[in-house]
Antibody
Framework: QVQLVESGGGLVKPGGSLRLSCAASGFTFSDYYMSWIRQAPGKGLEWVSYISSSGSTIYYADSVKGRFTISRDNAKNSLYLQMNSLRAEDTAVYYC????????????WGQGTLVTVSS | SSELTQDPAVSVALGQTVRITCQGDSLRSYYASWYQQKPGQAPVLVIYGKNNRPSGIPDRFSGSSSGNTASLTITGAQAEDEADYYCNSRDSSGNHPVFGGGTKLTVL
């Protein structure tokens, strides 16, 4: 069965950095779009970034462009999100999600990892 | 504000039928997918494409679309259907994905 396990969340000061990881199993990771989607406390879902199977197509929301970097290691079945220059408004649960072979729209989600940006 | 608009809250009596809608110009060209999220849990896909249910999703969930509006219908709502529901599709450019603001469903 598809499993997505996020790690790397925690408390960080404004301006700081954090790297999220997502370990995938139960499917051929290198075939699928992967995404990061976040949810601020008490708020709705927000697309953060997605990456195609080969890494040739990458999208960032305007709110994180220039600060966050998505990457994947198909040999390690892993997805990453490097987050720099963090702001209080980046505080959220960050979900790793698997799309389809052709599109990023998520069919499976991890349980999420909480990122708190606060001094 | 999102390019996909959902009613913030909807209620339904137990066993009755409820429709949750999602409006946006991109829905004239793209299907919506629908996600159910219960408190403290990750979202779960309930409808994708024209009207497809992933394995394990009860057949009381169905999807439809007309013009600029996509709908999720629950026929015979159960207490366990009480949750937040989000639509997902494309922005007005058609290039990037976007979520609706979400609808909180209360089963009375």
């Amino acid at each position: 069965q598809v499993q997505l396990v996020e790690s790397g969340g925690g408390l960080v000061k404004p301006g700081g950095s954090l790297r999220l990881s997502c370990a995938a199993s139960g499917f051929t990771f290198s075939d699928y779009y992967m995404s990061w989607i976040r949810q601020a406390p008490g708020k709705g879902l927000e697309w953060v970034s997605y990456i195609s199977s080969s890494g040739s197509t990458i999208y960032y929301a305007d709110s994180v462009k220039g600060r966050f970097t998505i990457s994947r290691d198909n040999a390690k079945n892993s997805l990453y999100l490097q987050m720099n220059s963090l702001r209080a408004e980046d505080t959220a649960v960050y979900y790793c999600a698997r799309g389809s072979i052709a599109a990023p729209d998520p069919g499976y989600w991890g349980q999420g990892t909480l990122v708190t940006v606060s001094s | 504000s999102s390019e996909l608009t959902q009613d913030p809250a909807v209620s339904v009596a137990l066993g009755q039928t409820v429709r949750i809608t999602c409006q946006g110009d991109s829905l004239r060209s793209y299907y919506a997918s629908w996600y159910q999220q219960k408190p403290g849990q990750a979202p779960v896909l309930v409808i994708y494409g024209k009207n497809n249910r992933p394995s394990g999703i009860p057949d009381r969930f169905s999807g439809s679309s007309s013009g600029n509006t996509a709908s999720l219908t629950i026929t015979g709502a159960q207490a366990e259907d009480e949750a937040d529901y989000y639509c997902n599709s494309r922005d007005s450019s058609g290039n990037h994905p976007v979520f609706g603001g979400g609808t909180k469903l209360t089963v009375l």
